[in-house]
Structure formats: C-alpha cells, structure tokens
C-alpha cells in the first residue's frame, strides 16, 4: 500500500505536535529563537514538509510566508531546520536550506553557515 503526499504531511504534522508537547522546556535564557525551543518552533514549518524533503516539490505560500518570519533571525531558522524535530519528520537539511531561495525571499541569509550546510 503506498502512502499518499497528504497521508504524509498529516503524519510529518503529527510527529511535530508530539515533539513539541514533549520536548523539555528551557529552564532559562534564550536560545536561537528566543525562549522558544527549536524543536517548538519547527511546529510553524509543518507547510513545508514536503518542500523540506524533495528538492522537486512546490513551496507553498505557506510555507514561504512561515520561512520569511523564522528568516528574520537566521540562526534560528538554521536551528530550526536542524531540529531533532525536523530530522524525525523526514527534513533532508541539504534541501530545506534551499526554501528561502525557492521562495524568491530576497532578504535571505546568503552564504551563512547552518551547521554543515551553507545557505544558497
């Protein structure tokens, strides 16, 4: 039985709810994206999943829209896009770091390093 792309972004949706509820909180400080963890904040790039898998798909305006705000603050759409979260819904971090270019964002971080990966 094949699974459907829609069967898919419901599960990648799911997964990330369940990683948000039970990521543990930061005790204090600040991280990448201020007091909300990363692992939290992959929850608002749920538009992207399959965006973030294959090089190939359509980026929805959604998805887009989500990239513009978290690009506001690279390190924490770098982190994002790192996230265990990420990374247990299937994110291949070599193609999510191609969505702000996908999405014609022409503020976006060019030639930042996100871990391994430098942005286009």
């Known amino acids: 039985m094949e699974i459907t792309t829609t069967t898919k972004c419901l599960y990648l949706v799911g997964l990330l709810l369940f990683a948000s509820i039970t990521a543990p909180e930061k005790a204090a400080g600040a991280g990448e994206c201020g007091r909300i963890p990363a692992d939290r904040m992959a929850l608002r790039m749920a538009p992207c ?3 973030s898998q294959n090089a190939r798909a359509p980026v929805s305006s959604g998805c887009c829209s989500a990239v513009q705000k978290l690009g506001k603050s690279p390190r924490c759409l770098c982190a994002v896009m790192l ?18 270019k996908r999405c014609n964002i022409a503020k976006r971080p060019i030639g930042y390093k996100c871990g391994g990966y430098t942005l286009p």
Do not use: L
């Open 83 to 100: 996230s265990d979260a990420a990374r247990k819904a299937g994110t291949n971090p070599a193609v999510a770091i191609t969505i702000p």
């Open 49 to 51: 999943a399959a965006a």
